[in-house]
Structure formats: structure tokens, C-alpha cells
């Protein structure tokens, strides 16, 4: 998963490996300090956006899709148009 994040006039992009609970973040850094939230609402969305694809039931597996959509684009409105989100690029 991919976050980037415009700062200072530069683009800072974030690789973020799926993780399973707990999550224990070190320093935040670099550039601005304030996203360790939405760094684990993001990763805990991608991680049940890849189990989701388990899903045998054809009409589950879509509707907790659907949730999964909804979450990031939450997500993505709360962190502003300074962030991008794209649930599907790997690091």
C-alpha cells in the first residue's frame, strides 16, 4: 500500500507493509509527524481488503469489498487533497 503525501512543496510517498495486529509504531518521520493513525487505519483496511479475496461466498466477498471502498474513501476525505491513497500499489 501507497501513501503520499504533498509537504513543503515536495511529494513524499510511503510504502506500507500489511501488518498484523499490534501494530507498534517507532518515531513518526520523516516530514510531518501527525499520520501514525491514519498509517494503521490504512494498513489495517488493506490487510482485510487481501484476506477479503478468501472469501468464497461471491455476494460476502462484494459486500465486504463495498466496506473496504467506503473505509478508504473515508480515509482518504479526513486526510485531505494534500494525501493520495491507493490500497492496491506495493513496496
Not at 501513501?3 to 495486529?21: D, K, M, S
Not at 516530514?31 to 478468501?54: C, E, T, W
Request: proline share 9%; hydrophobic share 40%; charged share 15%.
Amino acid at each position: 500500500m501507497e501513501i503520499c503525501i504533498n509537504f513543503g512543496g515536495r511529494r513524499h510517498c510511503f510504502f506500507l507493509p500489511i501488518f498484523q495486529i499490534p501494530i507498534h509504531w517507532g518515531k513518526p518521520g520523516p516530514g510531518p509527524v501527525n499520520y501514525p493513525a491514519l498509517f494503521q487505519d490504512s494498513m489495517i483496511l488493506a490487510a482485510v481488503a487481501d484476506v477479503a479475496k478468501q472469501i468464497t461466498d461471491e455476494h460476502v466477498r462484494k459486500s465486504v469489498e463495498q466496506g473496504i471502498t467506503a473505509g478508504f474513501q473515508a480515509a482518504q476525505k479526513h486526510a485531505g487533497p494534500d494525501v493520495s491513497i491507493n490500497p492496491v500499489a506495493r513496496g
